[in-house]
């Protein structure tokens, strides 16, 4: 098997006789001395009740706030947890509460600095919490110099109609605020207004905490326990950096066609902002752009705009009929599996038009968002000062369920999958006289996850600018969030913080939702550096490419060849030791994300120092930042390793560089450094090495040619006998495979096939190159036929395929083992055709495996050998395994092989005529070595399966037929409409 279907079995067989030293260190270039100065962590759970007491806030013994006010009060929860409220004199809408000086700490702060979005901010006092701080993250230390520090978290929550955040001010004081966003809704208190909680494993402290929230409160659910979408697989493209709010039916297939051309076909399309019914009484068509006027757009139907659907009859327009039409289309042409839509949370940025036929129904509301002094301390931004100014067509929270339903079930009833929703936060601003924030973000919420529920299959919900705790500790079934502000390309100062963002904001959204990283362009001075990202975030890579500008090297060490991607498996996180580190403004640190595949572990280096300021650090001094920064890099990075190492670990780990392309091998407790210049970035697969008999200690790297190699590997396991110890990898896509290998092997076979490899002995890199079919070969067919050919051993089968692909006779028997694979691409009816064949093998024993490819196979040549009687006698069998296991519609082809040795004929060519007619079969007598009739054989067969599909006989978008539609035979962007290519569905590889 080479390219597809993705799933690979890669055997080494390793012996004895070539062994090589196994503890000989091999250090490449790039890597900087070995550093033995880490060790291995435990998880360990502290069991002691924090206490407040003598204005001390304390966690066993240790002090994590003084000068409590006496207002503050504590309710002890768990062994290490408590809730922390206060009380007031005065009723009020919004209260500032203080919560005591802070001690010797470093700090780290998730704060909104708008009200869609949220970024870390590092330090060590009171002023170092910015106003709007959502999560904070103490580091504190029992004594001066102890080792093992210590985390305390503060989690501000909802508690009733309020909602809590967290803020420092000079004094080096911690404060709490309580707010309800509705003047009227008031209270004297808030009793559990924060969660607090200690442990000395910062990322088992995060999780636990959630699970306890999420048990207590019973209003969001982890993401542990969320059904996750499947886009998050395949490798995407949105419209918006594209098209912007031009996008365009045409445009978004050149789109599609540019990236399947180039050998990653975008699986997952997402049409973003611009393809709604929208009107906007602030800016008109032809006058002079009005900035930020865009927000002031209202939704007036829930269907598409006139660029979607053909309004009028004029021959002018060449919009497709309907969205549906459109979908459809698209759907079958590029094989999509997911196609998402962009909409707001109320419809459109500006609402709904209040008074619109389409929308009137949901009695909306203009209503003019008022940010809570929070978020008006941070920073201005022009889409909610444009709402601001618009308003915002608010639907009639009891009416929120229905609309969404009825966008839903349309968006359903036109072949959509699901929907990115934008804008969420905007409930907190319009919340007075509706309930308030928390109870208006609930019932909205509420509405739409619903309605994704019960609409569509998959959980097809992205949410976006929902960034503040009302949404999130509501988010009860989605399971994407944009954990990001936007990707600017045009903005060569935010890339940096874009990734830094992402990570650090991870360590809290990871606990709800996967985090949604956002698009980028993949041909962008900064495009390897989201690439790496992506490849390290555990999330969906999706880009934003404008038609035919990619940069396929990028884009090819992130998508195989079938259009998925190698996702780890857990949100990226920063790793441990750079949890108090300012990656972006520090002048020092490089940032590190860590995560793990099922077999392997990764980290992302990245350097985001000197590139960008972060928000509201504007007038910050800047330190100055050298050409080239270095870290420590050890496999004691990354987090929960032994779910991957298991019980044969060495205790050593495989690195293998992305970027140097180099292998080493390093302990656990070693560290190594990592140089990189300012947006330069790595990604170190760290695999652990395992001993697979006495002498051999093996770790599978994974697909060289990837970002996340070890993405690709999907498991391990070993047999071993007396003489060999065989290694069982299986994996996914194709390419360069690389291992660590203590010794040379005897043999390496990918799907049973022996294959060559490389064995660097020095640096115990063993390789395997798996041949991978990409680009225009892959896609540029009207159809891809799949062929099984079958029949006993020895009666010319791989000399047929050998003959019909490369023109070329093999007068030795090479007799197969297991399946082997072939493709050429043939024309009928004008149509590219691209013919997939597998070669199975006739010997008996291979029987079992043959017969698990007669499924999905559209043809089948059934050969015997015209001078052995007995393989003609055996026809019979084969055709009742063919009848058992291939679908009832399957053409299969009897050939008579051997033709050219006519004098030692012993079937007669009536015969073969007569069988094939009782069993139905089409019948040709052949010569694999004078090539007499089989380039007919093939394309006889080929031409009967077209023929079938002309006449209905199959459901092309059922893969198991063993076809599929490519968009070869369809026009391109400059053509028309291809009237004559009417298959729906369909898929391609
Ligand atoms: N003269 C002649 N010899 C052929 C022809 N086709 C195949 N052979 C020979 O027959 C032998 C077997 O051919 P293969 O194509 O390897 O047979 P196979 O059916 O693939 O056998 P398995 O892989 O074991 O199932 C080889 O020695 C070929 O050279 C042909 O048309 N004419
Ligand atoms: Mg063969």
Known sequence: MISTPPLKALQLNLGFSSFVGTNQRVFSRGFVGINGNKSWRHSMFLSTKPVLKDGSLSFSGMDALTSVPDNVVLTPFTNSSAFVGATSTEASSRHVFKFGEIRDVRLLSLFRFKLFWMIPRFGNSGSDIPIETQMLLMEARERPNSKEPSYILFLPLLDGDFRSSLQGNSSNELEFCVESGDPAIITTESLKAVFVNCGNHPFDLMKESMKILEKYTGTFTHREDKQIPGMLDWFGWCTWDAFYQDVNPQGIKEGLKSLSQGGTPAKFLLIDDGWQDTINEFQKEGEPNVEGSQFGGRLASIEENSKFRRTDTGVQNEAPSSL???????????????????????????????????????????????????????????????????????????????????LHSYLVSQGVDGVKVDGQNILETIAAGLGGRVSLTKKFQQALEKSIASNFQDNSIICCMAHGTDALYHSKTSGITRASDDYYPKNPSTQTLHIAAVAFNSIFFGEFVVPDWDMFYSKHESAEFHAAARAVGGCGVYVSDKPGHHDFEILKRLVLADGSVLR??????????????????????????????????VIGVFNCQGAGIWHCMETTIQPKVSAELSVKVSPADIEYFEEVSGKQWTGDCAVYSSKAGFLCRVSKEESFDITLKILQCDVLTVSPIKVYSEEIEFAPIGLLNMYNSGGAVESIDSIRDSSNTEIRIKGRGGGNFGAYSSTKPKSCSVNLKTE???????????????????????????YLFKYIIIGDTGVGKSCLLLQFTDKRFQPVHDLTIGVEFGARMITIDNK??????????????????????????????????????????????????????????????????????????????????????????????????????????????????????????????????????????????????????????????
């Open 832 to 989: 590219p055709i691209k013919l997939q064949i597998w070669d199975t093998a006739g010997q008996e024993s291979f029987r079992s495996i043959t017969r698990s490819y007669y499924r999905g196979a559209a043809g089948a040549l059934l050969v015997y050998d015209i001078t052995r009687r007995e393989t003609f006698n055996h026809l019979a069998s084969w055709l009742e395994d063919a009848r058992q296991h291939a679908n009832a519609n399957m053409t299969i082809m009897l050939i008579g092989n051997k033709c050219d040795l006519a004098h030692r004929r012993a079937v007669s060519t009536e015969e073969g005529e007569q069988f094939a007619k009782e069993h139905g079969l089409i019948f040709m007598e052949a010569s694999a070595k004078t090539a007499q009739n089989v380039e007919e054989a093939f394309i006889k067969t080929a031409a009967t399966i077209y023929k079938k599909i002309q006449d209905g006989v199959f459901d092309v978008s059922n893969e198991t037929y063993g076809i599929k539609v490519g968009y070869g035979g369809i026009p391109g962007p400059s053509g028309g409409r291809d009237g004559s290519s009417s298959q729906a569905g369909g898929c391609c590889g």
């Open 324 to 406: 549906k039409d459109f979908v459809s289309e698209i759907r079958s042409s590029f094989g999509l599996k997911y196609i998402y839509v962009w909409h707001a949370l109320m419809g459109y940025w500006g609402g709904l038009a209040p008074n619109a036929p389409g929308t009137r129904k949901y009695n909306p509301q203009l209503r003019y968002p008022v940010q809570s002094p929070g978020t008006l301390a941070n920073k201005w931004d022009l889409s909610l000062d444009s709402m601001e100014k618009y308003g915002v067509g608010t639907i009639e929270p009891d009416k929120a369920h229905q609309f969404y339903d009825d």
């Open 568 to 601: 780890a498996k857990y949100p990226g996180r920063p790793s441990r030791d750079c949890l108090f580190n300012d990656p972006v403004m520090d002048g020092r640190s490089l940032l590190k994300i860590w995560n793990l595949n099922r077999c392997t572990g």
């Open 756 to 782: 060559g490899f490389n064995f660097k002995s020095e640096k115990h890199l063993l390789t395997c190159l798996q041949k991978v079919e990409r680009g225009k070969s892959n896609m540029s067919y009207a």
